[in-house]
């Protein structure tokens, strides 16, 4: 990867960062490193949770999950951003975390799309935003309907053409255990499997912020309803959509390409060279699909040093 400083290096930068005359408060490290948890109100009055640091002075970042994730899965990001003087918000998707489920199954793209838009009235716009697998489709709609709202945006391994067989292992491993699990080691097991790529953590205490305990058993914490097959769009159906949206953007556009990614071929970045000319590439090389998580310090860098020439 080209340029940049990993997360710890983006930190330790922060005591030379200052708010603006006027805003009255210079953050330390410690403040800007812990998050404060809120609640923004999504569409259909869907109330929507994040954690947030920093100030805004130099404008907010919204950080998009990926489908089954949380807004925990941006690791480190999250306050090395804030360093940098944004104020950035790491959102739980509707029917995700401690975002609230939709009543009535509201799980289509578009829905998506409408809470980021409401949830771009609620901050400092135009906004800077990454976007992740699922949250990097609801990022490049937003971005397409509504350009005044959206400074920059950075999608992390996805784009409009993707690996069918990469797209159903992660649906497979969505479905995979309905029943959920009997301890947090069985459910490091099934993540360890579905990563091979990484290393399996000693201690799992880790995905207690990604799952429930109900009855004795801890499950996802996203609504199972959210994958169901019904749901499913024809992959041609999506592209055709996805690249209509792609060529409405006009704004600054970054891709954090995984080197090792199943769900984003070369034939998929080119592809999207078509639709988005402006498009910057950057690869990841030793990240798979879940990038931000796989190399968190090259993808904080890499998204850092984007932000600098805004």
């Not at 400083?5 to 490193?33: S, Y």
């Not at 805004?56 to 003087?85: D, F, I, N, P």
């Not at 350009?147 to 993707?162: G, K, Q, S």
């Not at 699909?289 to 020439?309: E, G, L, P, S, W």
Request: glycine content about 10%; aromatic content about 6%.
């Amino acid at each position: 990867m080209a340029g940049g400083r990993n997360a710890r290096e983006i930190l330790g930068r922060m005591e030379n960062v200052g708010r603006p005359q006027g805003c009255g408060l210079k953050e330390d490290l410690a403040v800007v490193d812990e998050a404060r948890t809120v609640t923004f109100v999504g569409a259909q009055g869907l109330v929507l949770a994040a954690d947030e640091w920093g100030s805004g002075a130099e404008g907010s970042v919204l950080l998009l999950h990926g489908g089954g994730q949380t807004r925990h899965s941006w690791k480190a990001a999250g306050a090395a951003l804030a360093a940098e003087g944004r104020h950035v918000v790491a959102l739980d998707l509707r029917g995700h975390g401690d975002s609230q489920w939709s009543p009535d199954a509201d799980y289509d793209i578009t829905f998506f799309r409408d809470d980021l838009l409401a949830v771009l009235t609620q901050v400092a716009t135009p906004a800077i935003l990454v976007g992740a697998s699922l949250g990097g489709i609801t990022a490049l709609l937003a971005t397409a309907d509504r350009p005044d709202l959206v400074e920059r945006l950075v999608l992390v391994d996805i784009a409009t053409r993707l690996e069918a067989d990469g797209v159903e292992r992660i649906h497979a491993f969505m479905h995979s255990a309905p029943n959920g699990f009997a301890s947090l080691e069985e459910a490091a097991d099934a993540v360890a499997d579905y990563l091979p790529h990484r290393d399996r953590p000693r201690r799992p205490e880790g995905l207690r912020k990604n799952l429930r305990l109900r009855d004795g058993r801890w499950y996802w914490h996203w609504d199972p309803r959210l994958f169901s097959s019904e749901r499913r769009v024809a992959p041609e159906h999506a592209q055709a959509t996805l690249d209509a949206a792609a060529r409405a953007v006009e704004a600054p556009t970054l891709l954090l390409a995984g080197g090792q990614s199943d769900v984003l071929s070369d034939e998929g970045v080119e592809h999207l060279r078509t639709v988005i000319p402006h498009v910057e590439v950057r690869v990841l090389g030793e990240a798979a699909h879940t990038a931000a998580a796989d190399d968190n310090d090259a993808f904080t860098a890499a998204v850092a040093d984007f932000i600098r020439t805004a």
